[in-house]
Nanobody
Framework: QVQLEESGGGLVQAGGSLRLSCAAS????????MGWFRQAAGKEREFVAAISWGGSRTYYADSVKGRFTISRDNAKNTVYLQMNSLKPEDTAVYYC???????????????WGQGTRVTVSS
């Protein structure tokens, strides 16, 4: 069992940066792939980034590639999402998720946090 709690969301101007954190509890954190997803108002949840359990493999949605960076610290049971050059279209609730495979779809993940809201003003 893994419990996840996101933090770091907020209001930022376009072009600014935020770093999201996701703290995990549970002894199996280091064995889980981790992902970030987001859901804007009226839209479906979409993949943002994923990282393998050891951190050697990362994947990004085309819309965030080059601007966002996912990383993890297994000693701290935490995964991060550094978001730079933010755009108004990045506005959404961001969720972290833990799963057995480093996938890009919600069904690949077994555990989800409650989400943290990111608002980017123009």
């Amino acid at each position: 069992q893994v419990q996840l709690e996101e933090s770091g969301g907020g209001l930022v101007q376009a072009g600014g940066s935020l770093r999201l954190s996701c703290a995990a509890s549970g002894r199996t954190f280091s064995r889980n792939a981790m992902g970030w997803f987001r859901q804007a108002a009226g839209k479906e949840r979409e993949f943002v980034a994923a990282i393998s359990w050891g951190g050697s493999r990362t994947y990004y949605a085309d819309s965030v590639k080059g601007r966002f960076t996912i990383s993890r610290d297994n000693a701290k049971n935490t995964v991060y999402l550094q978001m730079n050059s933010l755009k108004p279209e990045d506005t959404a609730v961001y969720y972290c998720a833990a799963g057995r495979v480093t996938g890009t779809g919600p069904p690949d993940y077994d555990y989800w946090g409650q989400g943290t809201r990111v608002t980017v003003s123009s």
